[in-house]
């Protein structure tokens, strides 16, 4: 099936339909990103993508239609593919053994960056519940850390979370690795120096900003965190 | 059938030859032979790897240095976070080998993790990431190696788009100055399960656990091959030079048969977002899609990768699956928790196993260790610790391997 007679159907009435242009502004804004022509190169339709796609096989997911929209700068299917699918991606880059050299998990990672800087609705219903990942790995530059395997996150890894849980300040003081030993809140111990490094980092590539469409209220709480911390060292 | 059609007995012949590719053939350019022009025009500096190194052949024919000894330890947050023995292991190995060595506390992650789960960050962002965890390897003099697939596969795609686009290294150089830092790229980006393939003989010559009657599924990590794949290592003597040779190669010097499974190339389910919060995804196609595969085509004593994610997903998704009555029960390591038990680590001071989900204790004894001798001590190190007798463990602790031969 190509890409002019596919018609899933699969997201009437789940999102607010757009005007073209506004449709064409958020593909040009992708197109401009300049890893964009390393990304992309046509669309031989052999499927390869496909096969390997672990969310193609539990989602309604296609790797190629999202080269095949992008090749043809079909900005319909351009934007049904950002409000319904790219969330779907694993970011395995399985797909990147296509013979023409795309790298489609490489486009969605451009359509997410876009969809997440102008703050669209399915952007932030699918990280809901994932503001306490992004206030961790902004102010620690850890993705995950100890504290944060609780029972109520993880109650389908078992009785192990639980146990886990009571014994964490033990079984941490349990590791010989030094920069490990007794840390709970971060995966490692940090300079605080590094740190400051890694907020200037994030302000000055405007990183922050990104995060103010995600989350308003979390933003305002990492920046007051992160200036204090810098004026103090200033 | 036509004449042009290449009959499928010679196909299958040609799929059964090694390959030996031919490096002057190679589809792409060799980035280092780029970062060098760079580093001549003055652009940036590059770290090259420190003798002694050992040289392996990558997917396109290529050589690759593989640093030895003098070592920075670009930790994973997933596996200092969640699957410390993974860590451990691998300084233990470091250690039981003399190897000089940082630790480093000026380090964060790469962060890719978060960026391929929610990308709340951007090209540039992440540049700097990674340049600043390089500089700060550099200040040092001793040589990155980095512990997470994901970190090894974004740092060599980041690196790509650095050295292929003026506007992003401009970008990136004046918050580098900002900060006082050099840029810096290593001429060799390099994963620890690449030290781990070249120290396997070395690592077998000290081996002190029989693993002759082990069988193991392995998993080859996505962002260890998939991402800028010419960087990964391949040899025609493992699967005759068509998939990755790291992990499997350990594997079999340690006497370990290595079975294979039809869904090889499949991810392990773990999506990076939906690992956190969508891991209806995850179960399914972790369970699904390689542990019932591997657990119907091979059963298994064990699966082993070489990536935090991976081990985290097929051992956590294990416990739902079960309750269904699904067909699951196979322990997951990392490579370096099997190089470090073959060599006499402790299960539970060195690798950790208390922190995995899925039963180990059928491995443990299948390889005749009597898990509930040194579950005892490890029992006793955290009393201990609770008495306040101790501040926690220490390399001392842990360094001596529980057998000898």
């Known amino acids: 099936m190509s890409v002019a007679t596919w018609s899933p159907t699969k997201a009437s009435g789940r999102y607010r339909d757009v005007p073209e242009d506004t449709k064409r502004q958020l593909f040009e804004e992708v197109k401009s ?40 700068e079909d900005v319909d299917r351009f934007y049904e593919i950002l409000m319904e699918d790219i969330w779907n991606c694993a970011q395995c880059f399985s797909c990147v053994r296509c013979p023409r050299g795309n ?105 922050m900003e990104v995060i103010r469409e995600v989350d308003e209220g979390l933003y305002e709480l990492l920046v007051e965190i992160m200036e204090e911390e810098l004026e103090a060292a200033s | 059938m036509s004449e042009q059609v290449i009959p499928l007995t010679e196909l299958r012949e040609r799929k059964a030859q090694p390959v030996r590719p031919n490096p002057e053939e190679a589809p792409r350019p060799d980035l280092r032979e780029e970062l060098f022009e760079l580093e001549a025009r003055g652009e940036l500096i590059v770290h090259r790897v420190p003798e002694p190194f050992a040289e392996v052949t990558t997917k396109y024919g290529r050589t690759k240095k593989v640093p030895i000894d003098r070592l920075w330890h670009h930790k994973s947050c997933g596996q200092c976070g969640h699957i410390p023995g993974y860590t451990t292991s691998i300084l233990w190995l470091n250690r039981q080998f003399g190897i000089d060595y940082v630790d480093p506390t000026d380090q964060t992650s790469c962060t890719g993790w978060n960026y391929y789960a929610s990308a709340t960050s951007n090209a540039v962002a992440q540049i700097l990431v990674m340049c600043r965890n390089f500089a700060a390897a550099y200040e040092t003099g001793y040589y990155p190696l980095i512990h997470c697939g994901t970190s090894y596969g974004h740092y060599k795609e980041l690196r790509e788009q650095l050295v292929h686009h003026k506007e992003l290294r401009d970008q990136v150089r004046r918050v580098l100055d900002k900060l006082g830092k ?74 370990i048969t290595v079975a294979d499974y039809s869904t090889w190339f499949d991810c392990c389910g773990f999506g990076f977002r939906h690992i956190l919060v969508q891991r209806d995804f995850t179960r399914s196609f972790a369970v699904l899609r390689k542990i019932e595969v591997m657990k119907d085509e091979a059963n298994p004593d064990m699966t082993v990768t070489h990536d935090t994610g991976c081990v985290t997903t097929l051992d956590k998704s294990q416990f739902a699956a079960k309750a269904h009555q699904r067909r699951v029960g196979v322990p997951v390591l990392a490579d370096s928790q099997v190089a470090a038990l073959a060599m006499g680590a402790h299960p539970f001071r060195v690798l950790q196993l208390h922190w995995h989900s899925t039963d180990w204790r059928p491995l443990l004894e299948k390889l005749g260790i009597d898990w509930q001798r040194y579950w005892a001590e490890f029992e006793e190190d955290l009393a201990a610790i609770e008495r306040g007798e101790k501040p926690g463990l220490t390399w001392e602790d842990a360094e001596q391997p529980i057998l000898t031969r």
Request: charged residues 20%.
């Open chain 1, 33 to 72: 990103d300049p890893r964009y022509p390393d990304f992309l190169y046509g669309c031989y339709e052999c499927g390869i993508c496909v096969s390997a796609c672990p969310s193609a096989r539990f989602y309604d997911f296609s790797p190629r239609v999202i080269a095949q929209a992008l090749a043809r």
């Open chain 1, 103 to 207: 790298n489609p998990g490489g486009l969605v990672t451009l359509m997410r960056e876009v969809a997440v800087r102008h703050g669209l609705e399915q952007a932030q219903q699918a990280l809901q519940g994932y503001s306490r990942v992004i206030y961790k790995i902004m102010l620690k530059g850890n993705q995950v850390s100890p504290d944060m395997l609780q029972p109520d996150f993880f109650p389908d890894w078992g009785p192990w979370v639980r146990e886990f849980s009571r014994n964490m300040s033990t079984w941490r003081k349990a590791i010989p690795v030094d920069t490990l030993r007794n840390v709970t809140d971060a995966a490692w111990r940090t300079d605080d120096k590094t740190l400051r490094e890694l907020y200037t980092i994030w302000f000055e590539t405007g990183n």
């Open chain 2, 182 to 255: 050099p840029l810096v790229v290593p001429e060799e980006i390099v994963h620890y399960s690449e030290w781990v393939h070249v120290m396997r003989h070395r690592i077998a010559e000290r081996q002190v656990i029989d693993m002759h009657d082990i069988t193991a599924c392995v998993h080859p990590a996505c962002h260890y091959y998939k991402i800028v794949a010419e960087d990964a290592i391949y040899d025609p003597d493992i699967y005759g030079g068509q998939r990755t040779a790291t992990v499997t190669a350990l594997l079999q010097a340690l006497g």
